[in-house]
């Protein structure tokens, strides 16, 4: 499996960012597809996840503020973030999960200013 992210950017504190994380290769294989963030010096940390029995999960920073969604037509996964703060700005990795193995995604940058 293998997922390219994009979407990420520079956007001031409000606004409203989409990332879009595209799959490809063995996709029936995928079971959950998700989101995680990074910061320099800390842990990635979850951000909200999609299982393919629908459940969505959000981290308790990201409810309210972030949605996530799955077309499975077109084997992507986005992340619609809005009301952004400055502390949401991190390198975020979409990733996907098989029976077997965890994917990840080269991560895509979002910084925001306040």
């Known amino acids: 499996v293998q997922l390219q992210a994009s979407g990420g950017g520079l956007v001031q504190a409000g606004g409203s960012l989409r990332l879009s994380c595209a799959a490809s290769?063995?996709?029936?294989?995928?079971?959950?597809m998700g989101w995680y963030r990074q910061v320099p010096g800390k842990e990635r940390e979850l951000v909200a996840l999609?299982?393919?029995?629908?459940?969505?999960n959000y981290a308790e920073f990201a409810k309210g503020r972030f949605t996530i969604s799955r077309d499975n037509a077109k084997n992507t996964v986005y992340l619609q973030m809005n009301s952004l703060k400055p502390e949401d700005t991190a390198v975020y990795y979409c990733?996907?999960?098989?029976?077997?193995?965890?994917?990840w995604g080269q991560g895509t940058l979002v910084t925001v200013s306040s």
């Open positions: 990733n996907a999960y098989t029976m077997g193995a965890t994917y």
């Open positions: 290769g063995s996709i029936f294989s995928i079971t959950d």
């Open positions: 999609s299982t393919q029995s629908g459940r969505l």
